[in-house]
């Protein structure tokens, strides 16, 4: 493995793409699991309101919260169409 290999784009091995999809899975499943109550509710609601302004599809809205030791942050991220 020289210095030009790891400029050359190189096709990924099946497996080592599925892997990388399952271990999203996984994150994404153990995020779900962990969420409080509320959530679901509060998307619910962001999405009414941004409807209200915007025509987005159900897809469009990801809401999570991520918890660090004391701190809770409550992220958001909005795809908005073209």
Do not use: C, W
């Amino acid at each position: 493995m020289g210095l030009f290999s790891y400029f050359k784009d190189e096709p990924k091995a099946s497996a080592s793409v599925a892997k990388e999809r399952l271990q999203v899975l996984v994150a994404h499943e153990r995020n779900q699991r962990n969420a409080p109550d509320f959530l679901p509710d509060l998307q619910r609601d962001i999405m009414a309101v941004i409807q209200k302004y915007i025509e987005l599809d159900d897809d469009s809205i990801q809401v999570q919260v991520d918890n660090h030791d004391q701190l809770s942050v409550l992220e958001v991220n909005v795809t908005l169409p073209n």
